[in-house]
């Protein structure tokens, strides 16, 4: 072999060439000769071992590196981003609770003052004024009237014993009454209707009379007087007279013809029906005073109760007239905003035609919230919930609230309920409390982010989702692919817990150190 790297040696290098006629003579230097080729040799051998090996590892580093992660234990969150609004923890709502006025519903109440939207008062200050004029009004009407039944409820105290007294003489005048009524009538019939007719008769015959001894006076007194030639003055006077009486005479005839016809034809008829009425009369009235009298006396003391009940509930309704033109007046229950309308899941309902209606001059109804007085000591959000998310809320959660007037400020929040049923379809409510920072500069109404803590662990294994894969036959079956120590690839199946949109966390199958592949390997070991 020596030899051969000898010739190839001399063959290669002119140098060598040169050097052969002194090795060839001498053999010392044949010798070093030698093993300058052998060292030469074996400098060109590992240079083309070096850069084989060069070349293998080129090759390989040209080969794309497959994704691997190592196994860590860090901490492991969930959260979830809602958006709400500031909501006041108390409100006090402002309507005006009139129980006696206004007198129809469709009178109004009149403002006289009123105070701003969005005012800062202090308790006790006047915030709605109201025309209280015409309300004064029917106070002093009621009160006149008030004044008019206690005096006629104590005249009634007064006049029912008396009348309770009265009752007997009351039904004994009817008694005497009625059987004076029948004694009249029987008299009447039995005595003084006959007696009454033979008067007028009587009276008839005795003018006639009258008239017939007038008239034969005068026929004396003209025989008389005839006799004589000469008339004298006294006897025509005398004459004269007569005659007058003649005349007298036969006119009171007629007269008590005349009265005797009326007494026959119309007196008497009429007086035969009143008697018998005013007995038919006072017999029924008779039986009306036994039969009501003592109903009359109830009824007399029933009136006086209900004088009285309407003396009470007149009373009331004063009292109450009274304590509405109070109310006119609303004062602030405590320290807070004003704010126009009543506050509910962050809005001001019907604010805007509040603004309309509360100035002086506008017209307001009762019974109905016309201001909130907001505390601003306390505050906490009321923020929607997509039902999808529901699952991962609890009690207690903690919470990062930014106000988004001032996403400066950072608040510390807690969950403190959900509701039960939604508000509207798919969207709950989350009531989150604000448990620590400045709330100065917060208002009711304003919007505020909340990020929910709604899962967290320290020492937590966990992998991007994309590391973890599941079988298509059974989908809560989970595996990883583990990277070994000769550098195949372990199917492991794990046991996975809560898991975000990212990352997902292992309960078991994965120990810290160790590293998974991202996809299924080309190679997988044996047996798995």
Known sequence: MVSTLYAAAV??????RKGVTMF?????????????????????????????????????EARPRPDTIRVERAAFQISLTVRGVLQPAEVIPIALKMSAWPRSPDELLVVRSVAAHGARVKKGDVILQLDSDKISEAIRDLEVSQKLSSVAIELAEKEIPVLDQLLPLELASAERAKKQADEDL????????????AIAEQDVKAARHYLEYAQEELKQLEKMYKADDLVEETEEIILKRQRHYVERAAFYLK?????????LKIVLPRRDITLRENSDKTALALARAKATLHLQSEQRKLALEKMKFDHRKTD??????????????????????????RFAYGQWLEA??????????????PDRVLMTLVPTNSLYVMAEVDEKDLHQLRSGCPARLTPVGYPETRLAGRLESVSAAPMVPGKFLAHISIQSGDTRSLMPGMACSAKLTTYTRTDAISLPLEYVHTD?????????????????????????????????EILEGL?????????KPERIAAGQ
């Open 186 to 197: 029987q008299r009447y019939l039995q005595e003084d209707r006959a007696f009454a007719v």
């Open 472 to 504: 298509e036959q059974d989908e809560d079956h989970h595996y990883v692919y583990v990277v070994g120590d000769g550098g195949s690839a372990t199917r492991r199946p794990v046991r996975i817990g809560q898991k975000t949109d990212k990352r997902v």
């Open 352 to 365: 805007e035609t509040l603004r309309q209606q509360l100035v002086p001059g506008g017209q307001v109804t």
């Open 511 to 519: 120990k810290e150190g160790e590293e998974v592949l991202k996809k």
């Open 316 to 341: 009331e309704r004063l009292a109450k007239l009274r304590q509405d033109r109070e109310a006119m007046t609303v004062r602030a229950p405590s320290d807070g905003v004003l704010y126009y309308g």
């Open 24 to 60: 060839e003579r001498t053999p010392s230097v044949r010798w070093l000769i030698l093993a300058g080729v052998c060292l030469t040799a074996a400098y060109a051998f590992s240079m083309g071992l070096a850069q084989t090996e060069a070349k293998k590892k080129d090759t390989v």
């Open 255 to 263: 007269v008590a013809e005349k009265e005797r016809d009326d007494l």
């Open 11 to 16: 063959t290669r290098n002119p140098l060598c």
